[in-house]
């Protein structure tokens, strides 16, 4: 299986609409791939707390007609990375689009952690409540953003639902690079499954991106790496490795906590 993972800038003077058709392009640069994945609130930048108001579009606004004309003309599934969902009763939601290689809806995540403790994400946007898997030709994906990564119990929850092939979308700041790096392995490795890890480059709303898109396999080896610039990585895998992993080392077998009802004090 083929994958692109689009680490695009978010440049501040660069306009919503004229980075939309950008991303389409590079989208479209991907034909032969068999997955196209795109970062985190890539319209707008996922700092840019001021701008989500203005920019928040509904289900089927620009960006779903942008990107599944993309996804179309390349041919490829495309996960759209995120953007500021506004719903009918006006809360704004993280949102993921994923499209078909014939550019039709596949699937929809609502991010269920938002970021910002009291302040920003957090209490601008709506929480999803839903976790979201999707069934590919090759694998199947478990559908993540950013500050999901951090909550180890949601990944669980995915593999439980048929995920083999874990996909973050973030907008992950360079200060917490090593974070980044430490967690999108860790979640790999507990899960044996492949992580496909898309961030952003640049600098928006004063926040460094830190770029450094990865592609980790269910052993916990890093595939691929990206930089800390805009840039287009692309990795080769075997999704069977998925199975071949979990039937070698057996550990999701030994679970206890989550299977087993707990004990009530008499």
């Not at 991907?30 to 196209?36: E, F, I, K, N, T």
């Not at 719903?87 to 596949?106: H, S």
């Not at 009291?118 to 979201?132: I, K, P, S």
């Amino acid at each position: 299986m083929r994958a692109s993972l689009i680490q695009i800038a978010v440049d501040p003077d660069e306009s919503v609409n004229t980075r939309r058709e950008r991303a389409a392009s590079l989208v479209v640069a991907q034909r032969g791939a068999d997955l196209v994945v795109l970062p985190e609130l890539w319209p707008v930048g996922a700092f840019a707390y001021t701008a989500f108001e203005d920019e928040a579009e509904p289900l089927h606004g620009p960006t779903h007609e942008v990107m599944a004309k993309a996804a179309a003309e390349a041919g490829v599934w495309l996960h759209a990375g995120s953007f500021v969902e506004r719903a009918a009763d006006g809360t704004l939601y993280n949102t993921t689009l994923v499209f078909t290689p014939e550019g039709e809806r596949a699937a929809a995540y609502r991010k269920i952690h938002r970021f910002g403790f009291d302040r920003g994400e957090a209490v601008m946007m709506g929480a999803g409540d839903t976790l979201v898997t999707l069934a590919l030709p090759q694998t199947t994906l478990g559908l993540a953003t950013c500050y999901d990564l951090r909550f180890p119990e949601m990944f669980r929850g995915l593999v439980d639902a048929g995920a083999q092939t874990l996909v973050v979308a973030a907008g992950w700041p360079e200060r917490r690079r090593a974070h980044w790096t430490l967690l999108a392995q860790a979640r790999a490795v507990e899960n044996q499954a492949y992580v496909l890890a898309v961030g952003s480059s640049g600098t928006h709303a004063g926040v460094p991106q830190a770029g450094h898109s990865i592609v980790v396999d269910p052993w916990g080896e890093v595939l691929a790496e990206a930089g800390a610039d805009e840039e287009v990585l692309t990795v080769e895998f075997d999704p069977a490795r998925v199975a071949t992993t979990r039937e070698q080392f057996p550990a999701l077998k030994d679970r206890r906590l989550g299977l087993v009802p707990p004990s009530i004090p008499g």
